[in-house]
């Protein structure tokens, strides 16, 4: 230490100069390594372009379609619940300042992970745009924990209402067509289309929204991500409950694109009999029919009206065409995840059948 103290007075150093470096160093290592949370939140707030609206320890990240959507605009919207989950509430909310109307999805503080742990998914879910994904438009966290996801709202029904309402397009063929067209390309695209795969972890008909002309638009994909195990495990329970979940599953952290395919081949049983996918109902039991089922009960297996297709001005639909769909369906739902076709395959398939 000596040596060191006579080397810097022989270069001429002063002392407060020594103080001033020793000082600009700490100063240095403390800026490189301060905490996550704090990073993140600068990250974030630059990211919102409006320091005049949001609050210090509120968080508004936005995407394509929304860049001009402000805090004020998503917590002073009027809402109406339209559905409620274990982990979260659904709000039809109309934003004044903007004149739209927005789907709101609150998650509840107590079932999400970190906030530093979901944001990088969030920037991953926001950026994905395709014709038959509900796009999410913005995020935002508040300073008790409350986290909202912003998406745009569908005036038409989600699909399982369509499918139980029975109205006079629910058994046409071509409808029934386009619709399980258009979210085996959304599954496709989550899956193959993307840098790292997506899996949807939640897939079923009440998360199919219909746009215009019935053109399906799926929502909630990769929202099992942002929660914790424990509300993750509830969704996949009440996923079971209502006759999606597939056989192999045991926790919802081993969900991946078998598991998609199977709650896909479900919605397919859907449309075809317009019945609900009840576990103890005899149609409903996917992962145990057998051949014996399509051999002996074939009027149960699909709706009579969707070989009506011709008297109602529709292109004429045979009953082949009807089976080898269900035949598809089926093998959606095979008891063996690596007997389950790929959605290439599947969308192969369901061109050759349109």
């Not at 990240?61 to 979260?88: M, Q, W």
């Not at 397009?169 to 959304?186: F, L, P």
């Not at 999606?244 to 896909?264: F, H, N, R, V």
């Not at 397919?268 to 149609?283: A, N, T």
Request: with cysteine; proline share 6%.
């Amino acid at each position: 230490m000596r040596k060191i103290h006579k080397l810097l007075l022989i270069l001429g150093i002063p002392t407060s100069c020594i103080i001033l470096l020793l000082l600009f160093v700490i100063y240095i290592w403390f800026f490189k390594n301060r905490p996550a949370k704090d990073e993140l939140k600068e990250a974030n707030l630059d990211k919102c372009k409006e320091s005049d609206d949001v609050g210090k320890d509120d968080i508004l990240i936005k995407f394509r379609g929304c860049e001009n959507l402000t805090v004020h605009d998503i917590l002073d919207a009027p809402g109406e619940v339209i559905g409620k989950s274990g982990y979260g509430t659904l709000y039809r909310a109309s934003l004044l300042s903007a004149d739209s109307v927005m789907l709101l999805r609150f998650l509840r503080p107590t079932c999400t992970g970190k906030l530093e742990q979901i944001v990088p998914l969030i920037q991953v879910l926001g950026s994905i745009r395709h014709p038959n994904l509900v796009p999410l438009c913005a995020f935002y966290a508040g300073p008790r924990g409350e986290k909202l996801l912003v998406y745009p709202f569908y005036s038409n029904k989600n699909l399982a209402q369509f499918i139980r309402d029975e109205d006079g397009d629910t058994h046409k063929w071509t409808v029934i067509s386009k619709i399980s067209t258009g979210i085996a390309r959304a599954l496709d695209y989550l899956h193959k289309g993307l840098q790292k795969p997506l899996f949807h972890g939640n897939l079923k008909s009440k998360n199919i929204y219909l746009g215009h002309d019935y053109q399906p638009y799926v929502s909630d994909f990769g929202i099992h991500q942002l929660l914790n195990p424990t509300a993750a495990q509830e969704m996949l329970e009440g996923s079971a409950a209502e006759g999606y979940k597939a056989p192999e599953l045991i926790k919802m952290k081993d969900t991946g694109e078998q598991a998609d395919i199977y709650s896909l081949g479900v919605i397919f049983l859907e449309l075809l009999s317009g019945k609900e996918p009840v576990i103890d109902q005899d149609l409903y039991l996917p992962s145990s029919m057998r051949a014996a089922v399509l051999d002996h009960r074939l009027s149960d297996l699909y709706h009579p009206d969707i070989l009506l297709g011709e008297s109602n001005g529709q292109t004429p639909v045979t009953e082949e065409n009807v089976l080898k769909f269900f035949q598809l369906a089926m093998s959606c739902c095979s008891p063996s995840p690596s007997l389950r076709p790929d959605t290439t395959q599947i969308l192969k398939k369901l061109e050759e059948l349109a």
